[in-house]
């Protein structure tokens, strides 16, 4: 297996300190300083995953990701110094995989890394084949093929959420799709529709987490997975 994670940081010391952990946990680092070398370096190294600070000398972050997603699928993780930009980098939908707030503990890169490499490694490749596939008429979901026997509110939940991959939504704004009478229901009982939801997607496809949550705002849909909705 390819192990070589591609560090591209212009501050040396934390290239050297996420590259020494790295390393340590056995992957094979390679760092750049430089925006300007990055697209050279994916095309002839092919890394496994990608480490993408946002501010870089040369080219920015973004230019980056969004060239390199015109030609390949390797996991990037973004990396930025404020996490305010988070929300903005998420709504440009440049295909990044995670994001990264500095400071960090190295110990959480390496564990955003592994669980990265694990999602991608669990997908199958990208091609003209949905991998989920909604179709509202029938109210049938099915993930890599098998049927995910889903109740009307979690599948109208899962196709909002699919439907906009990668944006997060706070509580109330999912229980406006699902109750659009304005029902009172409390934030608890999202929680608890996405909790059977998670437990039919991993009945299916034990590795895969569809919906992740995200801390103290909401939910989100994985952006990777290749999405097809077939409406009414
Ligand atoms: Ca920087």
Not at 6 to 20: M, Q
Not at 139 to 154: F, H, P, Q
Request: hydrophobic share 40%.
């Amino acid at each position: 297996m390819n192990d070589l994670i591609l560090i591209v940081e212009d501050e040396p010391k934390l290239s050297k300190l996420l590259s020494n952990y790295l390393h340590r946990s056995g992957y094979e680092p390679e760092c750049l300083e430089n925006g300007i070398d990055v697209l050279p370096s994916v095309r002839e190294r092919m890394p496994a995953l990608i480490l993408l600070d946002l501010m870089l000398p040369g080219r920015n972050g973004i230019d980056i990701c969004k060239e390199i997603r015109t030609f390949s699928s390797v996991p990037i993780i973004m990396v930025t110094a404020r996490i305010e930009e988070i929300d903005r980098l998420i709504g440009l939908e440049l295909g990044a995989d995670d994001y990264i707030c500095k400071p960090f503990s190295p110990r959480e890169v390496v564990a955003r890394v592994k669980a990265v490499l694990r999602r991608s490694a669990n997908q199958k490749p990208a091609g003209e084949a949905s991998q989920l596939h909604l179709d509202e008429e029938r109210l049938l979901a099915t993930l890599y093929g098998n049927e995910l026997e889903l109740t009307v509110v979690e599948f109208k939940l899962l196709t909002f959420l699919a439907a906009n991959p990668g944006r997060i939504y706070n509580r109330s704004k999912l229980m406006d799709q699902i109750y659009p009478d304005q029902r009172v229901v409390s934030d608890r009982t999202v929680d608890s529709h996405i909790k059977n939801l998670r437990k039919k997607i991993s009945a299916v496809s034990p590795d895969t987490e569809l919906i992740q949550s995200v801390y103290g705002v909401g939910y989100k849909f994985d952006a990777q997975l290749n999405v097809r909705i077939l409406k009414e």
